[in-house]
């Protein structure tokens, strides 16, 4: 029977990781990274979760809503990083370049449910293959809560891999909050796997651009 990550397993991985770091000249990011076994590749293995963390990084994640009228002007005043109304969406059609930037530019989009299908035409070939398509939102959804939940959000993301990696703290995050976050997505992916955390075979904690900790997981 597989046993379960603790947050006695995972302290022990984050005060390991500390240990290993290299001293460098920014602040490191504490990276979760997920192995996963007895997974048959034949059936295609799509993570694509958007965990939404009890603590927040210093640099927040940039958001993107898609939207028009109200919608569009809520979250405008909620503090999206970026408002694109349906006739900016229209105008986006012929520009490749710009519809690129703005998939590597921002980390979550939104988009109202109504836009959806005009959103699919114009943007889905460019943010399918990032695994950034938008989360629809009905034009009444209270955006104000959305966003700032949003804030908080990391994806972990597997194609037909054996492995999933994001980030979960960085060097000036207490190691309590640090564990807590890698806790929230283990159990979000254990939760997206066939059998669950018997899927999960190690689990990897590192900073950056130092030696990795390791937890195997029988």
Do not use: W
């Not at 694109?84 to 939104?110: C, P, T, V």
């Not at 114009?122 to 209270?142: D, E």
């Not at 959000?153 to 190691?175: H, I, W, Y």
């Not at 955390?197 to 130092?210: A, D, E, P």
């Amino acid at each position: 029977m597989s046993r379960l990550v603790s947050a006695e397993d995972l302290k022990q991985l984050v005060q390991e990781a500390r240990q290993k770091a290299v001293k460098r000249n920014f602040n490191q990011s504490f990276e979760l990274i997920l192995t996963f076994r007895d997974i048959d590749l034949k059936q295609p293995l799509n993570l694509n979760e958007i965990v939404f963390l009890p603590h927040p990084f210093e640099k927040k994640p940039k958001i993107c809503v898609i939207a028009s009228g109200d919608l569009a002007l809520r979250a405008r005043n909620a503090g999206a990083d970026l408002v694109i109304d349906g006739d900016e969406l229209d105008k986006l059609a012929n520009q490749k370049r710009m519809i690129r930037k703005i998939a590597s530019s921002y980390d979550f989009f939104l988009a109202e449910a109504s836009l959806m299908p005009k959103v699919g035409k114009i943007l889905g070939q460019y943010f399918g293959p990032r695994g950034k398509m938008p989360t629809p939102i009905p034009p009444n959804a209270p955006v104000e809560q959305i966003l700032p939940r949003y804030r908080s959000a990391v994806r972990v993301r597997s194609r037909n891999q054996l492995a999933a990696a994001c980030k979960v703290g960085d060097e000036k995050m207490a190691d309590e909050r640090i564990i807590d976050n890698a806790l929230a997505v283990v159990d979000a992916v254990a939760k997206k796997l066939p059998i669950g955390l018997k899927n999960i075979g190690k689990v990897v904690m590192k900073l950056t651009m130092s030696p990795p900790s390791i937890l195997k997981l029988r």
